[in-house]
């Protein structure tokens, strides 16, 4: 303990007296310990960490499934009460709404727009959280009379309610309805699905008979012991049964089961472990780059080395000391690096929106604390080892003496630092290419014709409470008034209506059938996402009308059954047909709806998702709505004046999530934004890494051949020849990293290639614009010590040597 403890004083007098050594490897090992801690602490939260429900390996999530359809439909009302009756496999088995749905609250305070989920009475049970004040729902609140309850998110509790601690059993209006508080959650509880507020399921409503109807999503708690791919044969034998039953609605149909944990991470898993991957090699660059730094200072050391030997240190001893020395470097560079990872995550929170789940709990606690020192320790080890392990072939007797310059020592020790600067130089290679991949990818989302023209475009979302527009004529009146004064504000062309923007994300399938077509079964059929709208929508958003007509008003406010296509819908359906005058015969009703027209594709899921078939239905009988409003300047500046004209329709109406068309557009290319800013800024900080290494290797050769250069030049090389010899040697190094880089990309970019869009995990062009990038980096790292050596006075150097 002694001798340790002698080695650290050692150690710590020897960093101090080579300042700007130090300075230089503590950033660089701070840069790549601190990337590294940061990103660990999102693997930490996103992936590592459990979720935080009480036995969360028992839950399951479940998704509708029909052959030949979509694999991640929802479930019907129906459906879900005889899988949660019949199955054996559950202790429980709850659902909520698949989507979040609109919720106006009125009567206390400015009129405001909820987030709300809709659940069924055990859904608290079955994920076992419950309220931190008052109860959750039971199955007895499933039923007509006893559904007007609510349950208070704790972020709407301290808003709205300041935290009041006798919100229970006070009424607030909701939709209309008075409805009473029974419960708050958490502080720091994160459901699967997060609300403002959750409302429990009615059964007893007329449209929780349609078995058609798919809008619930399973989610479930296993018994003990029982294993998904048990529950699922459990599932499948109830699906079969159904079948049988009401062969209409449930042919093909059935439930597929997920682990909750799955569900909640998707895709993110893979790509949080990308960002890893990158960022550790991040942190073998700086690795390199310290190794050589201290395979320099090994170099002046040799005479110290020797001395101590020959005064009967063991090799083994000064091998501890320089493993000790490179230990106290990394600790400090670790530390420091915590510090850069505090910004670094909350950057990461920051830029990640809604792109990564659970970043709410992204922290740098014990385990990612843990994680550094551990990270610390391993990196000063192995940069250290190289340089350790050359003591034991230094030439005591050359060492001593004085005026020898260790040429023996050049050409191990230069294999060795170009062997690392090789080194850098590839893994700065494959990290320039993967960012290269994602901007080429963003570029290529970002020239997707969504289909409209977003300029000039505001939205706003509107929620007409049915209780309070209790008939379909009440409904339609009160949007014609909120349209007639809208378009009467100054600046306003067109104000047109829908139920789900493009680009939302919220899909809405229908199935349906060709009218005269015959159907054997319902694999026969199709289906096609369908929105409702007025007859300005197509308008509003400069959609262009390819074939037919558009939608009357007369057809808008009866709800005529016509409908208008996409061209997709056409290709699919009707490839040598015409279509125009064709009936579609819907899952919702008898009604035959007409095509009159057909409109150009949008991009309704997202900018990165091929266009869907898709049908337009008229009517303003719309319930949750979205205002879609062209002006002829910003159209933000009229939203003040839209707010009083809606106030003066109805001042208890209120409106959400104004924005501009364009930030939609925006949001549908945030998730690529942000794969290619944290790419991109590890591969610039490889770059920089890998250029300082180059730069530091060329510096020490130059110094080391001052006297072979002084005699070339004394026996006639021209400055130019000598420029020749030092950028050569540089720029060998950098091509073998380069094409070590390519080979490794070639190899690690499949990986990336499901987030890539129009766009090859082996693009030739990105893979040959970095190569070309990163040997002009290197020609510019080597210029300047090649120039130096170009400065050699031969006299000078002959004299020295």
Same mark, same amino acid.
């Given at each position: ?93 709850? #659902? ?17 727009? @909820? ?75 994160? &459901? ?29 708690? &296993? ?18 049964? @159904? ?50 730094? &201290?395979?320099?200072?090994? #170099? ?47 950057? @990461? ?38 340089? #350790? ?22 050409? @191990? ?14 893994? #700065? ?259 920089? &890494? ?112």
């Amino acid at each position: 303990m002694d001798s340790l403890i002698k080695d650290i004083r050692y150690g710590i007098r020897s960093l101090l007296k080579r300042p700007g050594f130090t300075a230089i490897a503590l950033v660089a090992l701070a840069l790549g310990i601190g990337a590294n801690t940061a990103i660990f602490s999102l693997v930490n939260a996103v992936v590592l960490r459990p979720l935080p429900f009480p036995q969360p390996d028992q839950l399951v999530w479940g998704w509708g499934f029909v052959r030949n359809g979509p694999n991640s439909a929802s479930v019907s009302p129906m459906d879900f009460v005889d899988y949660r009756n019949q199955n054996k496999s559950f202790e429980n088995l709850a #659902a909520t709404s698949s989507v979040p749905l609109s919720t106006n609250m009125t009567g206390s305070g400015d009129p405001e727009r @909820l987030t709300t989920y809709l659940v069924t009475g055990n859904y608290f049970d079955t994920i076992k959280i419950a309220p931190a004040i008052g109860r959750g729902f039971t199955l007895a609140n499933e039923r007509a009379g006893q559904d007007q309850v609510t349950v208070l998110s704790y972020d709407l509790w301290q808003r709205r309610f300041g935290g009041d601690p006798g919100i229970l059993n006070k009424s607030i209006v909701l939709n209309g309805k008075a409805t009473e508080i029974i419960g708050v959650m958490g502080k720091d509880v994160s &459901l699967p699905q997060t609300a403002d507020l959750y409302l429990p399921l009615n059964f007893d409503g007329d449209e929780m008979k349609i078995r058609k109807a798919h809008f619930l999503r399973p989610v479930g708690r &296993l018994k003990p012991a029982v294993t998904i791919r048990q529950a699922q044969a459990d599932l499948d034998v109830i699906s079969a049964q @159904l079948e049988k039953q009401y062969p209409d609605s449930n042919t093909g149909w059935s439930m597929r089961l997920v682990s909750l944990r799955e569900q909640l991470l998707g895709g993110s898993r893979t790509y949080v472990f990308i960002l890893f991957g990158a960022v550790g090699l991040v942190l073998l660059i700086a690795c390199a780059n310290v190794a050589n730094l &201290l395979l320099v200072r090994a #170099a002046s050391r040799q005479k110290e080395i020797a001395l101590r030997t020959a005064l009967g240190a063991g090799r083994l001893r000064i091998i501890r000391q320089m493993i000790t020395e490179s230990v106290l470097l990394a600790i400090l560079g670790g530390a420091l690096g915590v510090l850069l990872a505090r910004a670094g995550v909350e950057l @990461l929170v920051n830029l990640s929106g809604d792109n990564l789940p659970r970043t709410a709990s992204v922290r740098v606690d014990g385990t990612v604390l843990l994680f550094t020192f551990a990270l610390a320790l391993l990196t000063g080890v192995v940069f250290g080892l190289a340089p #350790a392990l050359r003591t034991l072939q230094v030439n005591l007797i050359e060492s001593l003496k004085e005026g020898v310059r260790g040429g023996g020592e050049n050409t @191990l020790k230069n294999r060795t630092r170009s062997v690392l600067v090789v080194a850098e130089s590839a893994i #700065a290679v494959v990290l320039l290419i993967g960012a290269g991949l994602l901007v080429r990818s963003l570029i290529a989302v970002q020239r997707v014709n969504p289909g409209f023209d977003s300029n000039n475009v505001m939205t706003a979302r509107l929620d007409v409470p049915r209780k309070k527009y209790d008939t379909p004529e009440k409904r339609a009146a009160f949007l014609t008034d909120i349209q007639s004064h809208l378009s009467n504000l100054p600046g306003v062309e067109t104000v047109g209506l829908i139920t789900e923007l493009p680009l939302s994300g919220q899909p809405n399938d229908m199935p349906f059938t060709v009218e005269g077509r015959p159907v054997a079964s319902p694999d026969d059929g199709f289906g096609a996402d369908w929105r409702r709208v007025n007859e300005n929508y197509f308008n509003a958003l400069h959609i262009p009308l390819l074939r037919g007509r558009n939608f009357t008003a007369q057809e808008v406010r009866q709800s005529d059954p016509v409908v208008i296509v996409s061209q997709t819908l056409v290709d699919q359906v009707f490839p040598n047909e015409d279509p125009l005058g064709k009936r579609l015969v819907l899952a919702i009703g008898d009604k035959r709806y007409e095509i009159v027209g057909i409109i150009g594709d949008i991009r309704h899921r997202a900018l990165a998702a091929p266009p869907v078939p898709t049908m337009y239905l008229p009517t303003f009988e719309l319930g949750s709505t979205n205002l879609v409003i062209r002006t002829q300047g910003d159209p933000m500046s009229i939203a003040g004046s839209m707010r009083k004209e809606v106030i003066a329709v109805d001042p208890e109406q209120p409106i959400a999530a104004v924005r501009p068309m364009t930030a939609l557009v925006e949001t549908s290319t945030s998730s690529q934004r942000y794969n290619m800013m944290l790419l991109g800024l590890f591969a610039v900080l490889a770059v920089v &890494l890998a250029a300082t290494g180059i730069y530091g290797v060329m510096s020490y050769t130059v110094a080391q051949r001052t006297h072979e250069i002084g005699v070339r030049m004394a026996l006639g090389a021209s400055r130019f020849d000598v420029l020749k010899i030092v950028l050569r040697q540089g720029m060998l190094l950098a091509i073998g990293g380069v094409v070590l880089g390519l080979l490794g990309a070639y190899v690690l970019t499949r990986v990336m290639a499901a987030f890539l869009f129009e766009v090859t995990a082996r693009d030739p062009i990105t893979f040959a614009v970095v190569s070309a990038l990163l040997l002009a980096v290197a020609f510019f790292a080597c210029l300047v010590p090649a120039l130096r050596a170009t400065r050699v006075n031969p006299l000078v150097a002959l004299r020295y040597e």
